[in-house]
């Protein structure tokens, strides 16, 4: 048995849930996409060198709709991580806001900003091996991907963790942000936001589910 648990919701042994840890990481997930929904890109500045003058540019329509649709996706795949209580099902989301943060830069027509995201991509890519072989290797030696079963059992071996921390650092490049500064400097605000939001949080998770298996 868990403790701290304020919620849960039990699929067979797969045992979903809410401690008093997670519950703060699902409110401001779901702040973030509530934000999304119903905020309006913001207009991108460009200032004129050597003078005073600046101009606002539009954002185009499609690309508006593109980076809430990922943004929207992202922030529902972020939550998904947050109360999943099996360690495949949160590695597939992991890997699914990995792609989602791509998604909310792929429409800006901008070098700088799609050769970051190409970058990003490659470790996001290499980021799932270790990720889906930690959880292999879990289901492999204990017999169980339940968070809820594993709790407490010390069973869960260290290449195990190790791997799927790696992962997940690849997935989200949480704590490393100024490995995709330029990504951040795309037009798009508030949705780019979730970029930085579903990374931490989601490494913020993986740190409460290694401590807990």
């Known amino acids: 048995m868990m403790e701290g648990i304020l919620a849960s919701f039990p699929l067979g042994d797969m045992v979903h849930y809410l401690s008093e840890y997670t519950i703060v990481l699902f409110a401001f997930a779901a702040l973030f996409v509530v934000l999304a929904l119903i905020s309006l ?3 991108p500045v460009d200032m004129v060198f050597g003078t005073d003058g600046y101009y606002l540019k539009e954002i185009p329509k499609d690309i508006a709709k593109f980076q809430r649709f990922s943004a929207l996706a992202c922030g529902v795949a972020t939550i998904g991580a947050i109360v999943s209580g099996d360690i ?3 590695t597939l989301f992991a890997a699914l806001i990995g792609v989602l943060n791509i998604g909310i830069v792929a429409t800006v027509k901008n070098g700088h900003v799609l050769k970051a995201a190409f970058s ?9 091996v270790p990720l889906f072989a930690g959880a292999a290797i879990v289901a492999a030696t204990c017999g169980t991907l339940s968070i ?3 709790a407490g059992a010390a069973a ?3 290449i195990a963790k190790l791997l799927i921390l790696i992962g997940v650092l690849g997935e ?5 942000y100024i490995g995709k500064a330029e990504i951040t400097r795309a037009p798009g605000a508030p949705y780019i936001l979730m970029i930085h939001v579903s990374s931490l949080l989601l490494f913020l998770r993986v740190v409460e589910i290694l401590l807990v298996v």
Do not use: D, H, I, R
């Open 156 to 158: 869960v071996p260290f």
């Open 88 to 90: 495949f099902n949160f």
């Open 120 to 128: 990003y991509g490659l470790v996001v890519m290499m980021g799932t």
């Open 172 to 176: 989200g490049m949480a704590p490393f």
């Open 41 to 43: 890109p913001e207009k």
């Open 148 to 150: 809820w079963e594993l």
